[in-house]
Nanobody, 124 residues
Framework: QVRLVESGGGTVQPGGSLKLSCVAE????????MGWYRQTPKTPREMVAT??????KYEDSVEGRFTISRDAAKNAVYLHMNNLEFEDTAVYYC???????????????????WGQGTQVTVSS
């Protein structure tokens, strides 16, 4: 009944920019936290940026280069990535925590969901 749909990945040169988008689809009632995580074949999935209400948190290596934003009306979260580095190459996943949705007449609360992932490649 709920899925997260990501878009915006691609290949960019070092120093370039990309914008990732994620929309939660379904009969959404509320979402506590939305965020972005990334993973490579050699590293575990790590938090990149999250936003709860208006409070944003960032992984140290992206602080000042990436900006997370949310559109509550659209159940969407975005990640503006600037000054991209080789080390930013990864599959980026959107996550929604504390999501409530309607299943028929029932309100299902407190679950978390992951998007399918979108590849970001920084290459010269």
């Amino acid at each position: 009944q709920v899925r997260l749909v990501e878009s915006g990945g691609g290949t960019v040169q070092p120093g370039g920019s990309l914008k990732l988008s994620c929309v939660a689809e379904g009969r959404i009632q509320s979402i506590d936290t939305m965020g972005w995580y990334r993973q490579t074949p050699k590293t575990p999935r790590e938090m990149v940026a999250t936003m709860t209400g208006g409070l944003a948190k960032y992984e140290d290596s992206v602080e000042g280069r990436f900006t997370i934003s949310r559109d509550a009306a659209k159940n969407a979260v975005y990640l503006h990535m600037n000054n991209l580095e080789f080390e930013d190459t990864a599959v980026y996943y959107c996550k929604a925590d504390g999501l409530g949705y309607y299943d028929g007449d029932y309100l299902i609360m407190g679950n978390h969901y992951w998007g399918q992932g979108t590849q970001v490649t920084v290459s010269s």
